[in-house]
């Protein structure tokens, strides 16, 4: 019997030091050396204060900042804890009132703005905590921003365009404009990022 344990025990030990130490120390340890700023988290740091990561969505809902997409996570949103999608499928009636609700407050912030609301402003991304909106959304609000603010509509379309991203190797995913960046260029160009500002 103890010739079946022992090796057996063995094994267990050897490939559970492998696998668990030795294999995730050195993929880290390379991915810190190659990618150093990814393998952090991607964090966004301004002025010595971290105030997100370009990967993670916030809750910006400040009408002089662009708004990102909705989040599903709970028990707040962008919730990087709780990474996940609402699961509600296109004939549910909560999906159906949560995009009419979503609608109805980005009709109250711009009541001037007749524009079809472009869809990634009022569903929510698979993983609840997309960064990203694009062009369409961005531009859907830069009028918003601009008479909030008191700026130039120019001025916002141009800091949007600055900030989208094509997309990756031109072939791809989708442009796409990071909205804690877009923000960041916003209030750099009228004034100073206040980390609280997405909570």
């Known amino acids: 019997m103890n010739n079946i344990f022992r090796p057996a025990l063995v094994l267990f030990v050897l490939l559970s ?7 995730p120390m050195a993929v880290t340890g390379a991915a810190k050396a190659v990618f150093p700023a990814q393998a952090d988290g991607s964090l966004v740091v301004l ?4 105030v997100g990561s370009k ?15 909705p989040s599903a996570t709970a ?11 609402s699961n509600q499928g296109p004939l549910n009636p909560a999906l159906a009132d949560a995009v009419k609700a979503r609608v109805e407050a980005l009709r109250a912030a711009d009541p001037g703005n007749t524009a079809p609301v472009p869809v990634d402003l009022v569903t929510a991304s698979a993983s609840g905590l997309d960064p990203d909106i694009s062009p369409a959304a961005a531009q859907y609000q830069a009028a ?11 001025q916002v379309d141009a800091l949007i365009a600055r900030n989208t991203e094509a997309p ?11 909205v ?10 009228s004034g100073s990022f206040s980390p609280s500002a997405a909570r």
């Open 55 to 69: 990967l993670i969505g916030q809750n910006f809902s400040d009408p002089k900042h662009f708004w990102g997409r």
């Open 144 to 154: 918003r921003v601009a008479r909030v603010r008191g700026m130039p509509v120019e």
């Open 75 to 85: 028990p707040q949103p962008y919730n990087a804890s709780a990474s996940g999608g």
């Open 47 to 50: 002025d010595g204060t971290t």
């Open 17 to 23: 030091a492998l696998t668990g130490l030795i294999y």
């Open 180 to 189: 804690l960046a877009l923000n960041i260029a916003l209030d750099a160009a």
């Open 168 to 178: 990756m190797w031109g072939l791809l995913g989708e442009s796409r404009v990071n």
